[in-house]
């Protein structure tokens, strides 16, 4: 039963070459999702902003020139979420504002989550920590 429940939904919903999936033909801009997933329950912990004191350029690891090894610890978990999920920028038009991130994603929906899953980091307690782009915790 939950196989065919399953392929029906699926049949009924997808789009196809020659047509778009029904729909409500609007889209209700009063009813949006929140951009950012959050775990309230959850510890944060602030990660510092460090992408502008890196030394080594992008073109130069192009060039071959590449930076020495170091240990991971919280600083550099910290530039890893800031230059691969964080917010490069916010818009506004009108009362309206939002984020541009680092990832591109297609209308801008970032179904992408960053966690951390770690069994101990200099500075980090090991377990499961999910990040959160727009405050960069």
Known sequence: ???YALSDYHERSK???????????????????????????????ELPLLANTLET?????????????RAVN??????LFELSLGISAW???GETSWAL???PSSG??????????????????????HYVSCDHI
């Open 108 to 129: 801008n929906l970032h179904p992408t989550e960053g966690y951390l899953v770690t069994g101990g980091v200099t500075g980090l307690a090991p377990g499961v920590y």
């Open 15 to 45: 789009h196809r070459l020659n047509r778009y999936a029904p729909g409500p033909g609007r889209l209700d801009w009063a009813n949006q999702p929140n951009p950012f997933r959050r775990y309230f329950a959850a510890p944060t912990i």
């Open 91 to 93: 818009k506004a038009y």
């Open 101 to 103: 991130r680092c990832n």
């Open 74 to 79: 919280l600083d550099s978990i910290a530039i």
């Open 57 to 69: 350029r992008f073109a130069d690891l192009r060039r071959g020139r590449m930076p020495a090894p």
């Open 1 to 3: 039963m939950a196989d």
